[in-house]
């Protein structure tokens, strides 16, 4: 299911991103509007990580990556969900087909 939206999350909640299963070649989007550092990571199922550990790439407001695919930003796993983590809480524009 493709996903066009602004998706809003309140602070210290875990939140995926994608809407369902992405295949690797799948071009996403997403911005952090948070106004604060926005973790966002990979899994290969619908399991929600484990905010404390694991590889977490870091975003500053108004960073994100622009027609990004799972495989190349997370190479070392064969990805299909993105999820993010913030302290506080805030929006994230997000797009993928």
């Known amino acids: 299911m493709a996903r066009h939206a602004n998706v809003v999350f309140a602070s210290g909640q ?9 295949a690797a070649d799948t071009k ?22 484990d905010p404390v550990t ?7 407001s108004g960073d994100g990556p622009v027609g990004e695919t799972l495989a190349a930003l997370f190479p070392g ?13 805030g929006t994230v524009e997000v797009s993928h087909a």
């Not at 875990?14 to 992405?22: D, H, I, P, S």
């Not at 899994?43 to 929600?48: F, L, Q």
């Open 14 to 22: 875990l939140l995926q991103l994608t809407a369902t299963a992405l």
């Open 28 to 49: 996403f989007t997403f911005q952090n509007r948070t106004g604060d550092i926005l973790r966002v990571t990979a899994t290969v199922d619908a399991t929600p990580p």
């Open 54 to 60: 694991g590889l977490w790439y870091s975003y500053r």
């Open 77 to 89: 796993i064969a990805a299909t969900r993105l999820w993010a983590y913030a302290a506080t809480a």
